[in-house]
């Protein structure tokens, strides 16, 4: 079974559209978290949630939105997408008060490309 | 504030010999752990080894092993006996002590791209 999980694997979409990317986490995990890897392969953290709270937001622009139903999933909601997007975005999560608890769990990525 | 350092964008190692990669970082805190995570072409970030900065002994993990200096702010993964499935990028994370809010902050380095000749 797959852990943590990412839909869709590949998007492409045009410029000014809005678009979502799902994450669902199957460990009982009480944080997720969102990351953007550039061209460069530099990882920064976006968002980090836990139960349901945003904990982290690293200078992220307000056109992108974490959005958490449940404990579970943090979909990643994007608006007015622009050029500068265009990344590899993966969703992990983490357990808290645990002695795994530092351990994050990555999913597979989805490659987002603007046109 | 933290930060993570890879200055190796790419390294190359043949087959079966070792290899190290280098890590620095620079933190204020006492309690924290570091990561190594591979990253192949299948994009899929993966756990390698992870070391407690309160334990002295560097930690292990099969071919993987850690150089753990704490008063240096150096953490170097050793990768012995290469396998071509040790090709991929690998980052170097930095986790936080526990915040007042209960959760921890990650920072990761730029990677290093591994290539591993036949």
């Known amino acids: 079974d797959t852990a943590v999980s990412q839909t869709p694997k590949y998007l492409v979409t045009q410029m000014g559209n809005d678009k979502s990317i799902k994450c669902e986490q199957n460990?009982?995990?009480?944080?997720m978290y969102w990351y953007k890897q550039d061209s460069k392969k530099f990882l920064k953290i976006m968002f980090s949630?836990?139960?349901?709270?945003?904990?982290i937001n690293e200078t992220v622009p307000n056109r992108f939105s974490p959005k958490s139903p449940d404990k579970a999933h943090l979909n990643l909601h994007i608006n007015s997408l622009e050029l500068g997007d265009s990344a590899v975005y993966f969703c992990?999560?983490?357990?808290?008060?645990?002695?795994?608890?530092?351990?994050?769990?990555f999913g597979p990525g989805t490659r987002l490309t603007v046109l | 504030a933290q930060t993570v350092t890879q200055s190796q964008p790419e390294m190359s190692v043949q087959e079966a010999e070792t290899v190290t990669l280098s890590c620095t970082y620079d933190?204020?805190?006492?309690?924290?752990?570091l990561f190594w995570y591979k990253q192949p072409p299948s994009r899929q970030m993966i756990l390698v080894i992870r070391?407690?900065?309160?334990?002295?002994q560097n930690a292990t993990e099969n071919r993987f092993s850690v150089n753990f200096q704490k008063a240096a702010k150096s953490f170097s993964l050793k990768i012995s006996d290469s396998q071509l499935g040790d090709a991929a990028m690998y980052f170097c994370?930095?986790?936080?002590?526990?915040?007042?809010?209960?959760?921890?902050?990650?920072?990761f380095g730029t990677g290093t791209r591994l290539k591993v000749l036949a």
């Open positions: 992990a999560s983490s357990p808290i008060g645990s002695l795994a608890g530092d351990t994050q769990y």
């Open positions: 460990l009982g995990h009480d944080t």
């Open positions: 994370a930095y986790r936080s002590a526990l915040s007042t809010s209960g959760t921890y902050k990650y920072i």
């Open positions: 070391q407690e900065a309160y334990k002295q």
């Open positions: 933190t204020s805190e006492s309690d924290y752990y």
């Open positions: 949630y836990n139960n349901k709270e945003l904990i």
